[in-house]
């Protein structure tokens, strides 16, 4: 099977058997850069293009295609810009090094019933008084003046937001605890989209 290829990119290509074999085809059939096209078999086999999977979709992110991380013109993506970001830990997933004054309420706590991280913090807290405590921290933590603070500064065009498994489907201490925050994540991503981020 073959592939047709814009140069200077790589293709999820799911009929390898290891990704050491599909680079090494990809290696190999190089030498045809006029073309772009390259033989994913030496064997001759043929084999049929690789599936695409359903993708989460984001409302302010759209990826390029779902088989190519880039396109043949270096300058035909947004994203050639040097990336100068900033990360918002500490916000949908505490980190008591970022954010102590959380876990200061465990100082003189007996061993068992200690906060050192989000599921600890949700474990001895529980639903209620875990979920309250985050929904205040979430308002204050991350605002709106933050973001347009942030894209007026000129300093930074990217963010990084950090986000637990739990968000998404809820376990153990999370059940009840995190209620909301994806909710904070949206808000965020329209902030992003509407600063320029």
């Known amino acids: 099977m073959q592939f047709s290829l814009p140069r200077r990119c790589f293709v999820v290509l799911a009929t390898a058997s290891s990704l ?9 059939d190089a030498s045809d850069q006029s073309s772009g096209t390259f033989d994913v078999d030496a064997s001759g086999e043929t084999a049929a293009a690789p599936d695409v999977h359903d993708v989460i979709e984001f409302k302010h992110f759209k990826a390029n295609n779902k088989t190519q991380t880039c396109m043949g013109d270096e300058h035909a993506l947004p994203f050639n810009d040097q990336i100068r970001g900033v990360n918002l830990g500490g916000w949908l997933v505490l980190e ?4 102590p004054s959380l876990f200061y309420q465990f100082l003189d706590g007996d061993e068992e019933n ?3 991280d989000m599921y600890t913090f949700c474990e001895v807290l529980g639903p209620e008084e875990g979920n309250k405590q985050l929904k205040r921290h979430w ?10 603070e942030l894209a007026g500064s000129g300093a930074v065009n990217s963010l990084r937001l950090p986000v637990g498994d739990w968000q998404y489907e809820p376990y153990g201490p999370y059940i009840g605890c995190t209620d909301g925050a994806n909710d904070y994540a949206e808000l965020l991503l329209d902030w992003a989209a509407e600063y320029g981020l």
């Not at 308002?139 to 347009?148: C, M, Q, R």
């Open 20 to 28: 050491k074999e599909a680079s090494v085809a990809l290696a190999q």
């Open 96 to 99: 008591p090094w970022i954010t």
């Open 114 to 116: 200690v906060g050192m």
């Open 139 to 148: 308002e204050t933590w991350v605002t709106e003046e933050l973001i347009k």
